[in-house]
């Protein structure tokens, strides 16, 4: 039996993923406050974008609903680092530190308004912990709804040269 992953398979749960719809071309800056001092901290990320079939939006808030929705593919690389500077401590000893998403991290064709075929970027941010004896990661998740601007080449995603579709083997 061959069947797709869904999202929440995917993300593997969702509790520690923040969702925002932006335009490719566009990037975005996030302060994030540790309370603590974060000199010793090492901080990564990296992205790579999924193809979900379909999603909804609920009709009273306007949010995305991924109940029924399955990642059918990628595009691009599978796994993409994201530049150190867009990670800057901007006061370290107060524990803070500005993540910046980049912009480009799809460059494929866009369906404009899509419900369907929909490239939704996943980005992590990682941050270790240098101090304790065993170092400490932790990580926050971005789930970026990619979508069609006039900067954009109209298309199907899934029509994109570097999409992948992908399937898991169930028993």
């Not at 335009?23 to 302060?31: A, I, V």
Request: proline residues 5%; negative net charge.
């Amino acid at each position: 039996m061959s069947r797709t992953l869904d999202f929440k398979q995917y993300l593997g749960g969702a509790n520690n993923v923040q969702m925002l719809e932006m335009l490719p071309e566009h990037q975005r800056t996030f302060t994030y406050n540790y309370d603590t001092d974060i000199t010793n901290y090492n901080f990564t990320a990296n992205y790579s974008s999924v193809v979900v079939d379909a999603i909804t939006y609920n009709i009273n808030d306007g949010t995305p609903n991924f109940a029924a929705s399955n990642v059918i593919g990628y595009v691009g690389a599978i796994s993409t680092t994201v530049p150190a500077g867009n990670m800057v401590k901007t006061n370290a000893s107060a524990g803070l530190i500005d993540f910046t998403i980049p912009k480009n991290r799809y460059t494929g064709p866009l369906i404009p308004d899509a419900r369907t075929n929909v490239v939704i970027t996943i980005m992590e941010f990682t941050w270790e912990n240098t101090i304790p004896t065993v170092n400490t990661f932790d990580s926050h998740r971005w789930a970026i709804i990619e979508r069609y601007s006039a900067d954009v080449t109209a298309g199907n995603p899934t029509g994109d040269g570097s999409f992948v579709a992908i399937t898991t083997t169930g028993v």
